[in-house]
């Protein structure tokens, strides 16, 4: 067996001095947290607490190693312990023992009951706890008689969620290593307010990104990433503590300075431009993206099938830089506003949601559907050719246009069946897929116009 030369114990304050902490954010509800931690190594083996890790670490995730490579850290053991300090934990820890409860009655006078905690009602990590029952004078309460009095801290409570290392050092010397790992508790999302003139084709974009962290760790002045994308994550099995989150939210404008993004991996990550503070319990916002005069046409789109009385209102820009935007864009949700020429003001008028858009790629996004344009469609015909394993059908779809203005409606039509034929047909179509073919109609105003095709199928 190896003979220990000495043992060293020292803390690790939460955030070494000059150090600054860096998050990767996912937008799956998870983090990678980088932290400095100034090790003083021994030899022989060097106990080290760090009080400064989340509440939801995936222990098993943690890396600590020496970020230029010259020192090699071999961990023999590590500790984490997630449950602080508190009234719950304290009466679980003294289960079957007595305790002193301290009592004001109604007149003020103060008193001392002694009780036996049968049952501390503590479930480390759950959302709610069950109710504690404690035995007075051989009676059983479910509830606690008064404000529990507990002997002196020991060395079973932390104040903090706390990592603690066994390290083995060769020999002596000062490093500052990394600490890295993964942990719930974060999340960010990306929203999009466009705002379109009350007359025209072109919109304004404002893009925002929301961090939240509900960690149990605050981090000051952090340099924060956003990774987007559907990265592989096995989910954990153990239930996580609930924290309410807390209402205020913080906005932090980036000024002059911009977002960046880049590629990474099969992803893209996006980088704040400056330190930002994020606090337990707290959302923060971002300004990640601005454009002005992005070409979205209005698009009406007709889909009988899926909605038989209903126009979709729809607009529709390409991602590019010629078009004013260009940046990978992450899911996210967006709101639409127009401007109402008579005050001046912007009115919502939908939202919508959009998927990972990558560059040049078009975006669709819904706005609601048409007050004044209305869709009817109806089979006209079905049955069998007269050639064995075929079948026809035939559909009739009316248009009307009760606007003052003229439109363009794009029907849309599902066809069953990668073997089909259009037979016949009222209006020239464009085929999008071996199962979708669209219509492109124009309405004058207040006029109505019938789309017909009659369509065979093959079965063999």
Same mark, same amino acid.
């Given at each position: 067996?190896?003979?220990?030369?000495?043992?060293?114990?020292?803390?690790? $304050?939460?955030?070494?001095?000059?150090?600054?902490?860096? !998050?990767?954010?996912?937008?799956?509800?998870?983090?990678?947290?980088?932290?400095?931690? @100034?090790?003083?190594?021994?030899?022989?083996?060097?106990?080290?607490?760090?009080?400064?890790?989340?509440?939801?670490?995936? &222990?098993?995730?943690?890396? !600590?190693?020496?970020?230029?490579?010259?020192?090699?850290?071999?961990?023999?053991?590590?500790?984490?312990?997630?449950?602080?300090?508190?009234?719950?934990?304290?009466? %679980?820890?003294?289960?079957?023992?007595?305790?002193?409860?301290?009592?004001?009655?109604?007149?003020?006078?103060?008193?001392?009951?002694?009780?036996?905690?049968?049952?501390?009602?503590?479930?480390?990590?759950?959302?709610?706890?069950?109710?504690?029952?404690?035995?007075?004078?051989?009676?059983?309460?479910?509830?606690?008689?008064?404000?529990?009095?507990?002997?002196?801290?020991?060395?079973?409570?932390?104040?903090?969620?706390? !990592?603690?290392?066994?390290?083995?050092?060769?020999? &002596?010397?000062?490093?500052?290593?990394?600490?890295?790992?993964?942990?719930?508790?974060?999340?960010?999302?990306? &929203?999009?307010? !466009?705002? $379109?003139?009350?007359?025209?084709?072109?919109?304004?974009?404002?893009?925002?990104?929301?961090?939240?962290?509900?960690?149990?760790?605050?981090?000051?002045?952090?340099?924060?990433?956003?990774? $987007?994308?559907?990265?592989?994550?096995?989910?954990?099995?153990?239930?996580?503590?609930?924290?309410?989150?807390?209402?205020?939210?913080?906005?932090?404008?980036?000024?002059?300075?911009?977002?960046?993004?880049?590629?990474?991996?099969?992803?893209?990550?996006?980088?704040?431009?400056?330190?930002?503070?994020?606090?337990?319990?707290?959302?923060?916002?971002?300004?990640?993206?601005?454009?002005?005069?992005?070409?979205? @046409?209005?698009?009406?789109?007709?889909?009988?099938?899926?909605?038989?009385?209903?126009?979709?209102?729809?607009?529709?820009?390409?991602?590019?830089?010629?078009?004013?935007?260009?940046?990978?864009?992450?899911?996210?949700?967006?709101?639409?506003?127009?401007?109402?020429?008579?005050?001046?003001?912007?009115?919502?008028?939908?939202?919508?949601?959009?998927?990972?858009?990558?560059?040049?790629?078009?975006?669709?996004?819904?706005?609601?559907? $048409?007050?004044?344009?209305?869709?009817?469609?109806?089979? &006209?015909?079905?049955?069998?050719?007269?050639?064995?394993?075929? %079948?026809?059908?035939?559909?009739?779809?009316?248009?009307?246009?009760?606007?003052?203005?003229?439109?363009?409606?794009?029907?849309?039509?599902?066809?069953?069946? @990668?073997?089909?034929?259009?037979?016949?047909?009222?209006?020239?179509?464009?085929?999008?897929?071996? %199962?979708?073919?669209?219509?492109?109609?124009?309405?004058? @105003?207040?006029?109505?116009?019938?789309?017909?095709?009659?369509?065979?199928?093959?079965?063999?």
């Amino acid at each position: 067996m190896k003979t220990l030369l000495s043992a060293a114990v020292w803390a690790v $304050a939460a955030v070494a001095a000059g150090a600054q902490p860096a !998050l990767t954010v996912y937008n799956q509800n998870f983090a990678v947290v980088r932290e400095r931690v @100034p090790l003083d190594l021994k030899p022989g083996v060097n106990v080290v607490k760090f009080t400064g890790a989340t509440r939801m670490l995936e &222990a098993d995730s943690v890396v !600590l190693r020496d970020p230029t490579g010259k020192v090699s850290l071999r961990v023999l053991e590590q500790s984490y312990r997630a449950d602080t300090l508190s009234q719950g934990f304290l009466l %679980s820890m003294n289960e079957g023992k007595e305790l002193d409860f301290f009592v004001r009655d109604q007149n003020g006078r103060e008193n001392i009951l002694r009780g036996k905690v049968i049952r501390s009602g503590y479930t480390p990590g759950a959302d709610g706890s069950e109710t504690p029952i404690v035995e007075v004078d051989g009676k059983l309460r479910f509830s606690l008689p008064g404000v529990p009095q507990f002997p002196a801290l020991s060395d079973q409570g932390v104040l903090k969620p706390t !990592l603690t290392w066994q390290i083995e050092g060769t020999q &002596a010397g000062k490093l500052e290593a990394e600490l890295g790992y993964v942990t719930a508790g974060f999340s960010w999302e990306a &929203a999009y307010n !466009l705002i $379109a003139p009350e007359k025209g084709e072109t919109l304004d974009v404002v893009g925002w990104v929301t961090v939240s962290n509900t960690s149990g760790q605050s981090f000051n002045d952090a340099v924060v990433k956003l990774m $987007a994308g559907d990265v592989q994550k096995v989910q954990p099995q153990r239930p996580m503590g609930g924290m309410a989150m807390r209402k205020d939210v913080m906005y932090a404008m980036a000024a002059q300075e911009a977002v960046t993004e880049k590629a990474f991996d099969e992803f893209h990550l996006y980088s704040l431009p400056r330190a930002v503070t994020l606090r337990d319990r707290e959302t923060k916002q971002v300004e990640f993206m601005r454009a002005t005069g992005v070409k979205a @046409p209005v698009v009406y789109v007709y889909d009988g099938a899926r909605n038989p009385t209903k126009v979709a209102v729809t607009r529709e820009f390409k991602n590019s830089t010629e078009n004013g935007l260009g940046l990978p864009l992450p899911k996210g949700r967006t709101r639409f506003y127009r401007k109402d020429d008579s005050d001046g003001r912007i009115e919502f008028v939908g939202e919508d949601n959009i998927d990972h858009t990558a560059k040049n790629e078009l975006v669709r996004v819904k706005t609601g559907d $048409a007050f004044d344009i209305v869709g009817e469609r109806k089979i &006209a015909n079905q049955g069998s050719s007269k050639f064995q394993g075929q %079948s026809e059908q035939s559909f009739e779809i009316k248009l009307r246009n009760r606007k003052a203005t003229p439109v363009d409606v794009k029907v849309v039509e599902h066809l069953n069946g @990668p073997n089909w034929q259009v037979m016949e047909k009222s209006n020239e179509f464009t085929k999008k897929d071996a %199962s979708t073919i669209e219509f492109m109609v124009p309405l004058k @105003p207040d006029e109505e116009r019938t789309v017909t095709y009659r369509v065979r199928y093959e079965w063999r």
